[in-house]
């Protein structure tokens, strides 16, 4: 039944929602090998990317209401299952690749720690408000900020001291108002400098735990939970943030980067990630002020 709906609705988008279309070519561009392709091709691959994301939103609702016939195989779990075993908590830092929801349900299901995902918008709320008035029980604990105080930050201190583990995204950067504010980071990704948010790795800095990349990707009716560690620990030196954290983030991008090509239709960043026109805008208005 879902996919029924599923087609008109991924059509629509693909067709009528140009920014998301000529994100998903732009991104597929660079992550596979589809330069000799006719354009007729190349926009099928789009599609196809399209309701990739759409499945992916059908397994995101059937794990929080356990009916999703899946098998589940984990990869390097075994240093964060020692940390909370020893009563410590960690931060998980996550991308829109994959489906990192499989993620924080099977550890909510297998008990590992209280999962705690922080997001800073409203659309995440409302999908567990809708899960928990469905299902009778709460997806994941969201932990929704506009801005990090020393308040939030002491909170999730304590949080992670108590063994509990923090899920932050490192791939998405903030949008409308919210980006004039927001500081940022250039890492190279796909073989060309992309912006990544500073915040993640500076909260998990101040936090001083040990950090991990976490990603979930699907092959078949398989999905595999890759955990790999980043650093016990980031430092972050005064007055030398950007610079003690850049290593940090570039590392975070390489491992992006290897999932985005293994599993290019999994990506789930449907907008402009390398800031193309934001670019060509700046170079237009440069050369119109070099020749009035």
Not at 30 to 45: L, P
Not at 88 to 97: D, I, Q, Y
Not at 112 to 124: G, I, K, P, S, Y
Not at 135 to 150: C, E, F, W
Request: with cysteine.
């Amino acid at each position: 039944m879902f996919r029924l709906f599923l087609l008109p609705v991924m059509l629509y988008f693909f067709l009528f929602k140009g920014t998301a279309r000529r994100a998903s070519l732009d991104f597929l561009a660079r992550a596979t090998d589809n330069a000799d392709w006719s354009a007729w091709r190349r926009g099928w691959q789009s599609f196809t990317h399209f309701m990739t994301y759409g499945e992916l939103l059908l397994d995101k609702l059937a794990i929080w209401f356990d009916c999703l016939d899946s098998e589940f195989v984990i990869h390097g779990f075994d240093p964060l299952d020692q940390l909370i075993a020893k009563g410590e908590g960690a931060v998980l830092l996550v991308a829109h690749m994959g489906n990192v929801d499989i993620s924080m349900a099977l550890a909510e299901r297998w008990e590992r720690a209280q999962v705690n995902a922080l997001v800073h918008t409203a659309h995440a709320e409302k999908f567990n408000r809708m899960v928990s008035d469905v299902s009778g029980k709460r997806a994941i604990n969201l932990i929704q900020v506009t801005d990090i105080s020393p308040a939030t930050a002491m909170m999730l201190s304590d949080r992670l001291s108590a063994g509990e583990l923090l899920a932050i995204a490192g791939d998405r950067t903030a949008v409308g108002e919210g980006a004039r504010n927001e500081r940022l980071l250039s890492a190279e990704f796909l073989g060309e400098a992309a912006d990544f948010p500073l915040g993640p790795f500076m909260l998990a800095a101040l936090l001083r735990r040990p950090v991990f990349f976490l990603c979930c990707v699907k092959t078949g009716n398989r999905y595999d939970i890759h955990l790999q560690p980043l650093a016990d620990r980031l430092i972050m030196k005064r007055g030398q943030r950007e610079a003690s954290l850049q290593p940090y983030v570039q590392q975070f991008a390489d491992r992006l980067g290897e999932f985005a090509r293994q599993f290019p239709l999994q990506w789930g960043n449907f907008y402009d990630f390398w800031r193309i026109d934001e670019r060509q805008k700046t170079d237009h208005d440069f050369k119109e002020a070099e020749n009035p």
